[in-house]
């Protein structure tokens, strides 16, 4: 059929695009993915609820699969020492010293205000990523649109939900750094042979040194603390490291 002749050559590019948008962008350790997959019939709702998450508590670095320089490396290491211990035992002298010289430098707020700059890197890392997977299929659609051939209707339609996928990238990513609605608005439209001179998404000086927005009052709020026992299990040694920072 048209849809297989047109799409089987892109398959696998499109969806490591959609891949990359919908299991790296996170709220706490909830991807998008997740959230749209568990939102039953209402998936308005569960995308706000997303969102809402998405500005309280930040992202996990640990569902990262590609490099990412923003990383904090002591942070991330105090984060995942859980993830690390059910993986491969990491006990040892020189492990627990290391940690615990990381448990006394950090705090609470500082792990949350963490959390909250590393997605505004997440977010020009999700876009970067996207894009570049999505270059020669989205000049090959615009190709196909323009040229009427059989398949143009799919390759335009195709192209109009990427774009709005990417509007809805953008957008976050302006909200963020705003920190207001007003700051998002009229995302850039880039398609076909503009995005070969579009600008790399990247923030204007250190995103992880740029004062979080807006401002939590984490006395109200809380902070978040994710763990992986599982049902019932027990905590991790690391795990219980990070509690005893918040009590």
Known sequence: GIVRSVMEPHADALRRALDIVGSQ?????????????????????????????????????????????????DIESFLQRAVSEQQQPTSGPEVETQTAKL?????????????????????????????EHLSPVRRFLASERDAGQPGSQLCAVTLA????????????????????????????????????VAERFTPQGSTMAQPVRPPLDRKRIGY????????????????????????
């Not at 978040?224 to 009590?247: A, D, F, K, Q």
């Open 25 to 73: 962008l996170n709220a706490g350790g909830m991807t998008l993915e997740e959230a749209l997959g568990r939102s039953f019939d209402d998936p308005v709702h569960a995308l706000r609820c997303f969102l809402a998450n998405l500005q309280i508590w930040g992202s996990l670095g640990s569902l990262v699969t590609s490099p990412f320089p923003a990383l904090d490396k």
């Open 161 to 196: 939900h990427l774009q709005e996928l990417e509007s809805f990238v953008t957008a976050l990513g302006r909200f963020l750094r705003s920190g207001s609605p007003q700051g998002a608005a009229e995302p850039a439209s880039i398609e076909g042979e503009d995005l070969e």
């Open 224 to 247: 978040l603390m994710c763990i992986g026992c599982g049902h019932n299990g027990t905590l991790s040694e690391g795990e219980v490291m990070h509690l005893s920072l918040h009590i």
């Open 103 to 131: 448990a006394k430098k950090l705090t609470p707020d500082a792990i949350a205000e963490y959390h909250r700059k590393l997605l505004s890197s997440l977010i020009d890392h999700v876009m970067n990523e996207f894009r």
